[in-house]
């Protein structure tokens, strides 16, 4: 293969692209890497956003992924390749004689090579109501927008289609709370890419999870007067609907190349070289049709850009030949596979291995030898060898008895070892088929600069960056290159209880909609009965996190000082710690710690460096009536003993403080009081300094706020314990009420993605300062809606629990139970 260079004179040929989707965009990147600086490159896109990976819509939707994190090539990036990007100004007109392209704003660009990749538009079915509010397809991120305004206000959302996208968004639509119906017109859900038995199974997995799904069900009208109420099918049954969401297939784009008068069938007709029927035009992408073949998979868009990009870049290559499309669906916790040719004809033969009670099916297809489809549910480790297999068309005749358990048991020269089984993969195995990465680019990729993780590997490559499906594969790839020198992830197990690790409990806590820890480990097939000291604290956390309101705090499940509501010491008496609001206290609540402390002979009474009071020494059978009376004269706990707020710390500011630029004192009352009473992962502490003399110490606080001329400076993820950590800072804000809105923000995110017993500065080196700015800066719209979520959570949450009659006794002497069983 031959890379050509730049142009040495003359200006770079005008490449102008048509659509800013992943086709489009591979075929720029792969044409950057093989002809840099040879074309000028206009990009006319029709949203108003920058590339993004449309397959992780559905996690979107589903709430596990946020819009940057789906985001493949930022502003920066166009900018960095000297790309003129126009958003949202989609190209209505080709003049093929003059060469030009004109925009819906007028824009008229001239090229020496166009580049089409439209894609393709969703099919409306065309019954009664298919216009009424309410009806959305699911292609972009205006649809899922569309379909979370829905989902905020609940109800019930019947999705008309049980392919791929169908399910991905009942599932979606189920995680954000609504109820959902799946119509099928099929005997069985994805009949394309599914056998009747793993349909069967995956309809039985998702009514499990609560989702209804009706097959061979026709839809007759959707009803409604100006929005949708209902969905009636042909057999009379009557579904209620506040959305209704159309997923029953795509249609090429081809309007805009059929005006300009290029051959067009079903798609745009291209040569195996993605040329059109204009010698100076090519086409890549959903939009196009080949060898009488129209693709709607990421896996054969990739490999179109990258023959385009050969093309692009004058690199002599045998074209492309067409794909074996494999599938992979986008739902948590459901493992399928599907690739190849399932319905056996006279010609094949099947081989099947059932395991009803560990709900696994396989099912290959054999024939003339080869390997023509496969069919994988509840076990996808092997599809990637499966896959390859059929792309290559090895004879599988010598290992045919073993085939279907995979490459560990193929024959005496197969690896047992599965990172030796994928090193034994050809260079041109796919890995990633999210990013469309291929292993040869993996191993070069580690050996030519150096990687050692997975996060490396994603970083340079991509793989394993969008569903994570792959990160095995990468694993391997990486223990199979290094050796020695492979360093293992960090994601481990929660306990030995389970196999799964923190972030896989959340979301399928999440995406199931658990609500109990007995449902949790029965979902989840827990190992043991009850759980042990380890995990269970942490899923009562999670539970508690993800269902506000909804979920009952399990006590038991709790530290024993959560329990107990103060901080037992070495001698087995415990310490009180009373709130006192950003540091601030009054003549009566002293009044009240000096009587308790009297009346129940604590011996040491300690101002702490919270800026609180703590009673050490109170004896077990005292707690309650010590509660009690500080209670009385109006304070509430302190949580000293709690993985939640602790203290908000301040200096006097502006209001005594000759150097105070603000009010510090009144900012840090009002977070505390905004705060108080919140679960997290692990404690947080708080400071509010005002000025930057920073006398309250907020730079190594969990959040910290520094009063500056101008406004606010905002900084996280401070520590102060064993190894000082500084804080990163987040931002700079004016109003008191943009710092309350960025806190709430920041805790809710690390409520929801931190790991049990992870504080937030580890949290914080672990995703990284440039995710959480993206998350509670960058995305104004994302911050607002985090804010909510965590006033949500507080409204349920800020009980003062020494004042709950079932914590603590009536009087000294009336023990609560849970003491009790202490």
């Not at 990009?309 to 916790?333: F, H, P, Q």
């Amino acid at each position: 293969m031959t890379y050509i260079s730049p142009r040495p004179h003359g200006r770079p040929e005008r490449l102008v692209v048509v659509g800013n989707g992943m086709a489009g965009m591979k075929a720029i990147e792969e044409t950057l890497e093989r002809a840099p600086g040879r074309y000028a490159i206009t990009v006319f896109g029709a949203e108003p956003r920058v590339n993004y990976n449309r397959i992780m819509l559905s996690p979107l939707l589903a709430g596990e992924k946020s819009f940057p994190e789906i985001v493949i090539n930022d502003a920066g990036w166009y900018e960095a390749n000297g790309i003129v990007l126009h958003q949202g100004d989609p190209v209505v007109k080709i003049d093929r004689e003059r060469q030009v392209v004109r925009s819906r704003a007028g824009h008229e660009v001239s090229y020496d090579r166009l580049l089409l990749a439209t894609g393709s538009s969703p099919i409306v079915i065309p019954v009664p109501g298919k216009d009424l509010e309410g009806v959305v397809s699911f292609r972009d991120v205006d649809d899922v927008e569309r379909m979370l305004d829905a989902a905020s206000a609940g109800g019930n959302a019947v999705v008309i289609g049980g392919g791929l996208l169908g399910l991905e968004a009942a599932v979606g639509l189920q995680a954000r709370g609504m109820q959902v119906s799946v119509v099928h017109l099929a005997g069985w859900l994805m009949e394309r890419q599914l056998d009747q038995a793993a349909g069967f199974l995956l309809q039985r997995e998702l009514e499990g999870r609560g989702v209804t799904v009706l097959t061979e069900a026709d839809t007759a009208e959707i009803v409604g007067t100006e929005r949708v109420s209902a969905v009636r099918l042909k057999d009379g049954c009557t579904l209620p609907a506040d959305l209704v969401v159309m997923a029953v297939g795509i249609r090429p784009n081809v309007d805009l190349a059929r005006n300009a008068g290029l051959e067009v069938e079903r798609g745009v007709v291209v040569d195996d070289f993605m040329t059109t029927s204009d010698p100076a035009i090519l086409a890549v992408g959903e939009c196009i049709q080949h060898r009488r073949q129209c693709y709607g998979l990421v896996a054969p868009l990739f490999e179109m850009a990258k023959i385009c990009a050969d093309r692009l870049a004058g690199i002599e290559t045998n074209g492309y030949a067409g794909s074996i499309t494999s599938t992979k669906l986008k739902v948590t916790g459901v493992d399928l596979f599907s690739a190849g040719e399932f319905q056996a004809g006279d010609d094949c033969e099947d081989i099947v291995f059932r395991d009803a009670a560990r709900g696994i099916y396989k099912r290959l297809v054999i024939e003339d030898g080869r390997l023509k489809g496969a069919v994988l549910y509840g076990d996808t480790r092997d599809g990637a060898w499966y896959f390859q297999l059929m792309r290559t068309g090895e004879e599988i005749a010598g290992t045919r008895d073993t085939l279907i358990f995979g490459p560990a048991f193929a024959g005496a020269g197969a690896p047992a070892n599965p990172s030796q089984a994928v090193a034994a993969l050809g260079d041109d195995a796919e890995i990633c088929g999210c990013n469309g990465v291929c292993k040869g680019r993996i191993v070069a990729a580690i050996q030519s600069e150096g990687l050692t993780t997975v996060d490396d590997v994603r970083r340079v490559t991509k793989a394993s960056g969008s569903c994570g499906s792959c990160t095995g594969l990468v694993e391997g790839l990486l223990q199979a290159a290094l050796g020695d020198g492979y360093e293992a992830s960090e994601v481990k197990p929660v306990c030995p209880c389970t196999v799964h690790d923190h972030d896989t409990v959340r979301r399928l806590i999440r995406v199931g909609r658990l609500k109990s820890i007995p449902a949790v480990m029965q979902a989840l097939e827990w190992r043991t009965p009850d759980g042990c000291h380890v995990c269970r604290p942490a899923l009562n956390y999670y539970l508690l996190a993800a269902w506000p309101g909804e979920y009952v705090d399990h006590a038991a499940s709790r530290f024993v000082n959560e329990r107990m509501h103060a901080n037992i010491q070495k001698d087995g008496t415990y310490s009180v710690v009373p709130r006192m609001w950003g540091g601030l206290t009054s003549p009566k609540e002293l009044r009240a710690i000096a009587d308790v402390a009297e009346r129940y002979r604590i011996p040491t009474v300690k101002v702490t460096g919270g800026q609180r009071i703590d009673l050490l020494g109170v004896k077990k059978e005292d707690l309650a009536a010590v509660w009690a009376d500080l209670n009385a004269a109006g304070m509430v706990s302190g949580h000293a003993y709690g993985k939640a707020l602790r203290t908000v710390k301040t200096c006097v500011g502006s209001e005594w403080c000759r150097f105070g630029t603000q009010d510090s004192t009144a900012m840090g009352v009002a977070l505390e009081r905004l705060t108080w009473d919140s679960w997290t992962p692990h404690k947080v502490k708080m400071a509010v300094s005002g000025c930057p003399r920073n006398c309250a110490e907020a730079t190594i606080k969990d959040f910290g706020v520094v009063a500056t001329e101008g406004g606010w400076d905002l900084h996280v993820a401070g520590n102060g314990g064993i190894k000082v950590r500084p804080t990163d800072l987040l931002c700079k804000v004016k109003t008191p009420e943009e710092v309350e809105e960025h806190c709430g923000a920041f805790l809710q995110l690390y409520r929801e993605e931190a790991r049990y017993l992870e504080r937030t500065a580890h949290w914080v080196e672990r995703v990284g300062l440039d995710h959480v700015k993206a998350r509670v800066v960058d995305d104004a719209e994302g911050r607002r809606a985090l804010y909510r979520r965590f006033l949500e959570s507080q409204r349920h949450a800020q009980d003062d629990p020494w004042a709950d009659q079932t914590v603590r006794g009536t009087t000294r002497n009336e023990q609560p139970a849970l003491l009790a069983a202490e």
